[in-house]
């Protein structure tokens, strides 16, 4: 049995290996200066207080009345108090209370908080409710006042004092242990610990509080420092006694009492427990930053890993599609060689040379796996693409104007009266903190001047052409209080209020019910066929496709591969994604025949590959594939593909031509 | 609501009950004779006599304790031992100067806190400005901070008065310049604290999908940060702002200190000094008393910013 546990133990992903090796040492130093800078005041402080008797210039108690309350020189360097007596020396000599005090209220912390908060994240139960009780009852009383008790029971005494504050300190830290071990615990290595009969003792000394270090280090560096400024604290108010040494506080004290006649004595004390309470501060910064760092790499890291050179300049491609103009007039909305780019410096392209139009009253769907670029496409035509994402080069016509070239204002002016959007997360997609009537009416007031009556009657019109019942309870009804289908039917009438050409629907079914699915799309071709608007559809799935969409662009790792009219894509594609995607899609499966997959993933953007971009998955991958750029072909009218042995394939489509 | 102030009230009696007993508890520890301990080394037998008759210390501790709670509830928490006046009569007068302390220091820290927290979700480089700023407030130790505007503003400039308390019907104005300066100390930490967690409250809310919903269907920015993105930021704002409430009536005990302000807090620093356990007691009473309406008046505001927990 005994030899169970120690394999256990050597596949505990736990600290990394080479920690307080010299490398680890100069990287760490290297990305956490400030917290270097913390230590090592830090320790030059412990130093000085352990031989304070030698490396004070003067004995901290020498008074010289003649030299009392001198300024900086090279005889004092700090200068004197009001006895004369020397305020460095007095300060050094300070140290060793400051940091005594503060270590003893760090080892009630942590000696107390350890242990519960470990023991309360493992057993969980009646353990972990009781305690989390008596917790919430400590959290709530200011811990000062108690102290004074205690320091009134126990007078002057500076140990009971700090022991009190450990106390009432480390129910922050049991919280914190609480949940992080409550996080180990369940992983595997742990279970197979506790399966392997490993004892609860064991378990939590030796796998459980390795994992929980960071966290409690970082609580028991913070609280170093608040134990410090609060002994100061106690000392300045002069409740403690520290048997006739010098403290930082007393000085502070004693400094207050000559303030109008020399205001130089606050300085040295009151600094001093200033820096050292930061020194603390940062030291628990730089532990956070190095704890989290280790545990997940920062995303930004990844995406440059993943980038090889000579892949920049191989982006803007020959065009095929002649600049300006697209193939179909006349145009709402022209998108012409769209680039979107994320990062700064090192770009890395997200969509690269997109092109595609919506005539008015055209119902356009994007088409493709999750991660091809469909909602960063939908995002760039309202100008509202996330922090460190951009458009680099392109246009978006809409209405034969260029939204990139206004930037921001011609952005914010078609936004809902032009262009509107509808998301996926249709609950989320609503305020949850105001009502549904009071965010429509708002929406409503931006694109007409209405009064408070009339954005009302307009409200509850949108919500009828919506098709809700019972529109004034809806009105009145915060999100949390309404369904699913109906946020998303909210969501439409909001888009709906500004009378927009263009309705952009990100998956606007996805996240819903089957039969509510249908009910949405039904009432998006209603509005459709009422208001002549255009809509552009993202989803992944070719039921919506079919069911509402008149022509298909199909999106590929960042580019478009293939578009075509909806019946044309269904029965001849011209991709070989095409023809696989509609292959793995159930709605359009044959019935009873077992569904097959589209092997591998979409290739991240910084990682695609030369040449035909879905060359990696294709079955009819060939030499010509992946030897150079590959332009957007015109096969027939208004059909495009970029698949360069379009001419020698016959892809299976989904429906019989 | 109700429910929930209403939970909050019955919340409140352990809460009180657990702080009452505390002093007794400690008394109980207290090795050797508790009278000897609070008289000082000083004291005659006759004064130890005194104490010990005063606070019963004869009885057994649960009848101490029986006693003391019995005349709690009818609102006599005792007299003090140095001054013999009633502890209530004595903290009441004590509790205007606290009050307006901590009511200053908090709007003062929550409106300035919350400004700057906004802002820092909004723009990159002041969210670097406050979370620096942040490390340094929290770092500065009131008492000191106290000091250093006191020389500053009452001794070089005298513009401010350097100590004392003006009460509010002596005139409103002086009233504000007398508490200028501890508002100022209480609030340095306070802002610090509030102003990050504003920041990380707003920009999360930002991250929402209701944001972009808002945007695209053409609310302007403004709309979007203060009636939208802020509402949702409320709650993690308001669990901080009362927070700072029961932290600023912590600060009292140092800052009425150093500014000479007659309340609760430097009455409890005299109590402690002066070795008066009933006053102490008494203390530690109003403060959780405090406690408790502070925490009433978060719920009932979460209650506002949340329409979920105003149903439950």
Same mark, same amino acid.
């Given at each position: ?106 080892? =009630? +912390?942590? &000696? @107390? ?5 470990? $023991?309360?994240?493992?057993? /969980?139960? *009646?353990?972990? %409710? ?91 560096? =913070? +609280?170093? &420092? @608040? ?5 100061? $604290?106690?000392?300045?108010? /002069?409740? *403690?006694?520290? %048997? ?414 | ?312």
């Amino acid at each position: 049995m005994s030899v169970v546990p120690t394999q256990v133990v050597t596949a505990s992903p736990a600290v990394p290996p080479r920690a307080l090796s010299p490398r680890w040492i100069r990287r760490t130093a290297a990305k956490q200066p400030l917290g270097v800078v913390a230590v090592g005041y830090l320790l030059v402080l412990a130093v000085l207080g352990l031989f304070a008797s030698s490396a004070a210039p003067y004995d901290p108690a020498r008074q010289d009345l003649a030299a009392a309350l001198q300024g900086p020189s090279s005889g004092h360097w700090l200068g004197t108090d009001a006895l004369g007596r020397d305020i460095l020396s007095r300060l050094i000599y300070g140290i060793t209370p400051s940091l005594a005090n503060a270590f003893i209220a760090l080892v =009630v +912390f942590v &000696g @107390i908080g350890v242990p519960l908060g470990i $023991a309360a994240g493992y057993r /969980g139960g *009646l353990f972990d %409710g009781v305690l989390g009780r008596i917790i919430e009852l400590i959290q709530s009383l200011p811990p000062i006042i108690l102290v004074l008790v205690v320091v009134t029971v126990f007078p002057a005494n500076a140990t009971a004092a700090m022991i009190t504050l450990g106390v009432l300190g480390c129910v922050g830290l049991i919280r914190v242990v609480r949940g992080a071990t409550f996080i180990v615990r369940e992983e595997l290595y742990v279970t197979a610990a506790r399966v392997s009969g490993v004892t609860p003792g064991r378990i939590m000394s030796s796998h459980v509080l390795r994992r929980v270090l960071g966290p409690i280090l970082v609580q028991a560096s =913070v +609280f170093a &420092g @608040i134990a410090l400024a609060f002994q100061a $604290a106690l000392a300045f108010l /002069g409740i *403690l006694s520290s %048997g006739g040494r010098p403290t930082w506080g007393g000085m502070t004290g004693e400094a207050a009492q000559v303030i109008s006649s020399s205001s130089w004595q606050l300085i040295p004390p009151g600094m001093a427990v200033l820096v050292t309470v930061l020194a603390f501060g940062l030291l628990g910064d730089a532990i956070r930053d190095l704890s989290s760092g280790e545990d997940e790499p920062a995303p930004s890291s990844r995406v440059k890993r993943a980038r090889t050179p000579g892949e920049a300049t191989a982006m803007p491609s020959e065009r095929a599609v002649p600049s300006g103009a697209g193939p179909f007039d006349p145009e709402l909305l022209a998108v012409d060689r769209l680039t979107v780019v994320a990062g700064e410096g090192t770009e890395v392209p997200l969509v690269s040379d997109v092109s595609f139009a919506v005539a008015p009253g055209e119902t356009v769907a994007l088409v493709g796996e999750s991660g091809c670029g469909k909602s960063l496409t939908a995002l760039a035509l309202l100008g509202m693409l996330p922090g460190g994402v951009r458009t680099n080069a392109g246009r978006i016509m809409f209405n034969g104007e260029d939204l990139t070239a206004g930037g921001e204002p011609a952005y914010r002016a078609v936004r809902g009266s032009g262009i509107a959007y509808v998301a996926q997360d249709a609950l989320g997609s609503l305020d949850p903190t105001h009502t549904v009537g009071s965010q429509l009416q708002e929406v409503i007031g931006r694109h007409e001047q209405l009064s408070r009556a009339g954005k009302r009657a307009r409200a509850a019109e949108l919500l009828a052409q919506v098709k809700l019942q019972d529109p004034d309870r809806v009105l009145a009804s915060y999100p949390h209080e309404i369904s699913g289908g109906m946020a998303q039917r909210v969501n439409i009438a909001m888009a709906l209020a500004g009378r927009p050409q263009l309705l952009v629907a990100d998956e606007p079914t996805t996240a819903l019910d089957v039969t509510v699915q249908a009910e949405i799309l039904q009432l998006l071709r209603e509005i459709k066929h009422a208001t002549g608007m255009s809509i552009l559809i993202i989803t992944h799935d070719w039921g919506v496709v079919a069911d509402i969409a008149d022509r298909g662009v199909v999106m590929y790792a960042g580019e478009v591969v293939e578009q075509a009219a909806v019946d044309r894509l269904f029965t001849e594609p011209r991709f070989p994604y095409t023809a696989a995607l509609l292959a793995s899609d159930a709605s359009t499966a044959a019935e009873g025949a077992r569904l097959p997959t589209l092997p591998g993933r979409v290739p991240a953007p910084g990682s695609w590959p030369n040449g035909c971009r879905f060359s990696g998955r294709c079955a009819f991958v060939k030499d010509v594939c992946v030897a150079g750029q590959i332009p957007l072909m015109p096969v027939e009218a208004q059909s495009l593909t970029r698949c360069i042995r379009v001419d020698e394939l016959v892809l299976q489509g989904a429906l019989p031509s | 609501m109700f429910r929930l102030v209403l939970r909050r009230l019955a919340w409140s009696i352990p809460l009180l009950f657990v702080a009452s007993l505390v002093s007794f508890v400690f008394v109980a520890f207290l090795p050797g004779d508790a009278a000897s301990a609070l008289g000082g080394a000083n004291a005659t037998a006759e004064q130890l006599a005194a104490i010990r008759q005063e606070l019963g210390l004869n009885r057994p501790l649960w009848d101490q304790y029986w006693q003391w709670l019995s005349s709690a509830l009818h609102g006599d928490l005792g007299s003090s031992l140095l001054s013999h006046q009633s502890v209530t009569s004595l903290l009441n007068q004590r509790l205007e100067p606290s009050l307006s302390l901590i009511a200053g220091a908090v709007l003062l820290a929550g409106s300035v806190g919350i400004a700057l927290g906004v802002r820092a979700a909004l723009r990159g480089r002041l969210g670097k400005v406050v979370d620096a700023g942040s490390i340094v407030g929290l770092a500065v130790p009131d008492f000191w901070l106290g000091l250093v505007l006191i020389l500053v503003f009452a001794v070089h400039l005298s513009i401010l008065p350097p100590t004392g308390y003006s009460p509010l019907v002596d005139g409103p104005g002086a009233w504000m310049q007398s508490l200028v300066l501890p508002w100022i100390t209480l609030a340095v930490p306070a802002t610090a604290i509030i102003a990050k967690q504003t920041r990380d409250a707003v920009a999360s809310a930002l991250d929402r999908p209701f944001v972009r919903t808002l945007r695209a269907a053409g609310v302007s920015e403004r709309s979007i940060v203060y009636r939208h993105a802020l509402k949702n930021a409320a709650i993690p704002i308001l669990t901080v702002v009362g927070l700072m409430f029961v932290g600023a009536l912590s600060g009292t005990v140092v800052v009425e200190s150093v500014f000479a302000i007659p309340g609760l807090g430097s009455t409890a620093v005299q109590a402690t000094s002066s070795n008066d356990l009933p006053l102490i007691q008494g203390t530690v009473v109003y403060f959780t008393l405090i406690v408790v309406v502070i925490n009433i008046f978060v719920d009932v505001a979460y209650g506002y910013f949340n329409p979920k927990v105003r149903l439950a």
